[in-house]
């Protein structure tokens, strides 16, 4: 059973920067077979997702508003997944969750079967 801690989140102007942590504990972890995504949720709007990383090859992925300012990345002797944010925009607002599945990274159903954090919430300043 895998699960997820999502930190690192908070209050910043636009143009600023987080990096939000994703610690994760049991064996599937590490499993060739899983992904880690960030999803985001904000009122009103249906969840996105905005990065992924394959663990089998690393691969990355990224939402197309994002890229070139998000990052992901991984510590494996921490089971952490990193997402650095920068130059961050209101529009980034949201509660970012740590997701953990097999499928294909943004699949329709990514995560319906997979592992959810508790989210940590990030809100940029206009």
């Known amino acids: 059973q895998v699960q997820l801690v999502e930190s690192g989140g908070g209050l910043v102007d636009s143009g600023g920067s987080l990096r939000l942590s994703c610690s994760a504990s049991g064996a599937g972890f590490d499993s060739a077979k899983y992904k880690v995504a960030w999803f985001r949720q904000a009122p009103g709007k249906e969840r996105e997702g905005v990065s992924c990383i394959r663990l089998n090859d690393g691969r990355t992925y990224h939402a197309d508003s994002v890229k070139g300012r998000f990052a992901i990345s991984r510590d494996n002797a921490k089971s952490t997944v990193y997402l650095q944010l920068d130059s961050l925009k209101p529009e980034d607002t949201g509660r970012y969750y740590c997701?953990?599945?097999?499928?294909?990274?943004?699949?329709?159903?990514?995560?319906?079967?997979?592992?959810w954090g508790q989210g940590t919430q990030v809100t940029v300043s206009s």
């Open positions: 997701i953990v599945d097999d499928l294909p990274c943004f699949d329709a159903e990514y995560g319906l079967a997979g592992w």
